[in-house]
Structure formats: C-alpha cells, structure tokens
C-alpha cells in the first residue's frame, strides 16, 4: 500500500517532464507550418508535417496503451521521450539542409513521442481515487501551459544557441528548386523566415525530459494505480479484460467520451495547424505568429486545474456542452479579420473549447473503466481520436487552398455544432441505461 504522498510526487516527476516535452514540441511546432511551407514550396505542404505527426501518433497509440500496459509507465514514457528527441535531431538535419522528406520523417519521431506524452493524463488519473481523478488529469494537462508560455518564446534563444554551434542557416536562399523561391528577392536572408533554434534548444530539453523519466518515475506508477483499481491491473497481475472492445464500445459514456476527444481534437488541430501559414501570407511577422500560437496554447492548457475541479463538480456532460459552444466562437471569430486581436481571441476560444472538451473525455472515459479494460480503451481511444486528427490537419491545406481560412473554419464549426448533437443523444440513451 504507497501512501498519496507517492502518488503525488509522481504527479510532480510527471509534470516537469511533460513540461520540457510541451515547451519543446511547442517551439518545433510554432514554425512547424512556415517550414514545410518553404522546405515543399506549396499550400498544401504546409499542413503535411502536422499531419504526419498526428498520423503517426495515431499509429502507435494503441500500440503505446499495450506497451505501458505490459512493461510499465516508465518503459512507456521513456520510449516516448527517446523518439522524440530522435525526431528533433532529425528535424534539425532537414532544415539545415532544406530537405522536405527528411522533415517529413522526423514529423514521424514526434508523433510516436506524443502517442506515449498523451497517455500521462491516464497514468496520472488512476493513481488517485476517483473522486480526484479529474482534477488531477486537469493538473498534468496544465503541463501544456509551460509550452504555451516557453515555447515560443524559445525561438529567439534557441537563434543564438545555434548561431553559436554553428547550426543556423547560411543567409543566402537555398530553395531555388521549389516554385515558392521565385517570390524570394535574389540575396535576401532565409534566416529571417526560417531557423534552426526550436529544434536545436527542442533536442536539449528532451534529452532532459528522457533522464528525468528514466531515473526518478520509480515506484512503478502502475504499481501504485492497482490500489485504486477495482479490478487488478495488467502491469500487476497479468489480469485480462471480461469484456472484448467491441463490447466496451458500445457503452454510451464511452462513446461520448471518445466522440468529444475526437471532435474536439479535429477542430483544434485543423484550424491550428493551418494558422501559421495564413498569417505568414498576410505579412505578419514570427513574433506576432508566436504570440498568436502562444495564446492558442494558453487557451489549451493553462486553466486545466480550474477544468478538472468544474469537471468535478458540475459533471462532465455539462463541460463537453460549454466545449463546443466555445469552439463554435472561436471558428467564427478567427476569420472575420487578418489583425492580430481577432486571431488572437479566436484561438485563444478553440484552445480552451478543446480543453474543457479533451478533460471532460478523458474523466468520463476513466471512470467509464477500470484495469486492463481501461488500458485497451485508451489506447484505441487515442489512436482514433490522433487519425481523425490526421484527416483534419491533412484536409487543411487543400481546405485553405480551395476557400482560405474562412473555408477551414466553416468546417470546423459545422464538426462543432455536430458534437451539440451527439452530446445531447448518447446522453439520453445513458440515462436510460442507467434507469434500466
């Protein structure tokens, strides 16, 4: 029997972890867009890096739900940090030598990263009882906020490192093989538009986020869930499920649960996704881009406590209704005009639709299971909900070049207005499950 005591310094292992993950992959992903934009030459390539990230997230997550359910959290969440250091080096490789497919292969590393980096929210939830176990969810995505914060802000910093390794680009243009190269006046510096500094200073920190997984996530956190688990825990005792997926499936509160993750995440991730790109053909500035991105990423993260005690104490369905009332603003607000307080409103409004959406699925499906059933479901969960991402952030590129940002949005508040509908039928038929 672990006192809470353990549970919470492996709370706050955890979190730090996550944090230098977030702060990382926030950086890379900040110029993610603008990167493959000049790196492919098109619209349509600016989206792709994203979406071979969500993609390759959704391969491997259920793959990742029976990894940390076989051999522990700790091999999980190392194997997570290890591949995403790998994808940073990578990603450094194809900028300085203005490779696209290389990028496009260090997209892979990051999003197996993530696969493992999104199952925490689970790992950290079952080590307490569950009448806490939003809040704490709440608490580890909060982790997000040191990326919303840093992240960007790292840009700059993660420059002069790489000026001083020597691992920033020469500034002379090097895309003279792509269409995009034609509209660079002849001489001007690359560098201004492109930099090597997030995955420099992003290789750095997950380096650090590996060694601190590696050496200080002990106990075994699966050894400490089993104590609040109604059933034993696969990691424990070899258990097995009572019930195939298929049956869990169609559980009500698990569909939802896994409806609002999904919906939600496939928003978020299109209209983010293809931001960068529209603000960098309306002339603004990396900074400003930063600052925008920075405010989506708040928006994502930094109420998640103040989430998981609403969750708690106003009940999930209540939390998924104001998610997609908030997504709803953000997608008709983002696009009414290229100035930043517009943009910066409305993402701010679709990162914090998908926060409260994202805790809320995530508590429900906790509760919703337990043991080596809460395991499978979660992996499945998150390799669905990380594909129908992938379709999201690949459409957005060919949306923006067929309507611009206006068409992107329009679609993501019609996905909005279809979870409203949803919420509102499964919650019905739960209720009558629960009746009978």
């Known amino acids: 029997m672990y006192p809470l005591r353990v549970s919470h310094r492996l709370v706050v292992t955890l979190f730090v972890s996550q944090s230098l993950f977030s702060a990382a992959q926030i950086s890379i992903l900040t110029l993610h867009s603008i990167a493959a934009g000049i790196l492919g030459g ?3 390539a600016a989206g792709m890096p994203t979406t071979v990230v969500t993609f390759s997230q959704s391969m491997m997550a259920y793959a990742m739900g029976i990894i940390m359910g076989r051999y522990g959290r700790r091999v999980g969440m190392c194997t997570a940090y290890g591949f995403a250091f790998l994808g940073a080096v990578l990603g450094l490789i194809s900028v300085l030598h203005g490779n696209f497919p290389l990028l496009l292969i260090s997209s892979v590393g990051m999003g197996i990263a993530r696969s493992g980096s999104h199952m925490s929210r689970f790992v950290v939830g079952e080590m307490f009882p569950a009448a806490k176990r939003a809040q704490m969810i709440g608490r580890i995505v909060f982790a997000g906020t040191i990326g919303a914060i840093f992240g960007p802000a790292l840009i700059e910093p993660g420059s002069r490192l790489a000026r001083f390794l020597s691992l920033e680009l020469p500034p002379q243009p090097f895309l003279a093989h792509t269409d995009l190269a034609l509209t660079i006046t002849p001489g001007a510096a690359i560098t201004q538009e492109l930099t090597t500094g ?21 106990p075994e956190p699966a050894l400490v869930a089993a104590q609040y688990s109604d059933s034993p825990h696969p990691a424990v005792r070899g258990s097995k499920s009572k019930h195939t997926l298929r049956e869990l499936l169609r559980l009500p509160n698990v569909q939802l649960a896994i409806l609002s993750m ?18 960098h053909l309306a002339d603004h500035s990396n900074a400003q881009v930063s600052l925008v991105i920075s405010a989506h990423v708040l928006g994502m993260f930094g ?10 104490r106003y009940g999930r369905v209540i939390m998924m209704v104001v998610a997609t009332l908030l997504l709803i603003a953000s997608t ?10 517009y943009l910066v409103a409305g993402l701010f409004l679709l990162g914090l ?4 959406g994202y805790v809320a699925g995530s508590s429900m499906l906790a509760d919703a299971l337990s043991g080596a059933e809460r395991t499978r479901v979660a992996g499945f969960n998150d390799m669905l909900v990380a594909f129908c991402a992938g379709l999201g952030t690949l459409s957005s590129g060919f949306l923006f070049g067929l309507g611009g940002f206006l068409f992107v949005s329009a679609g993501g508040g019609a996905l909005a207005l279809l979870l409203l509908a949803l919420i509102r039928t499964l919650s019905v038929k739960q209720m009558a499950l629960k009746q009978a």
């Open 42 to 44: 098109t619209d349509a």
């Open 198 to 218: 997030p995955w420099v200073l992003a290789s750095f920190l997950l380096g650090i986020s590996f060694l601190i997984a590696f050496f200080l996530l002990r």
């Open 262 to 279: 999904l919906i939600c995440q496939t928003v978020m991730s299109t209209l983010m996704t293809i931001t960068p790109w529209h603000m």
């Open 303 to 312: 109420l998640s406590p103040l989430t998981g005690y609403l969750i708690d």
């Open 332 to 341: 008709i607000i983002a696009p009414l005009s290229t100035q930043m307080p």
């Open 353 to 356: 639709g998908w926060n409260f």
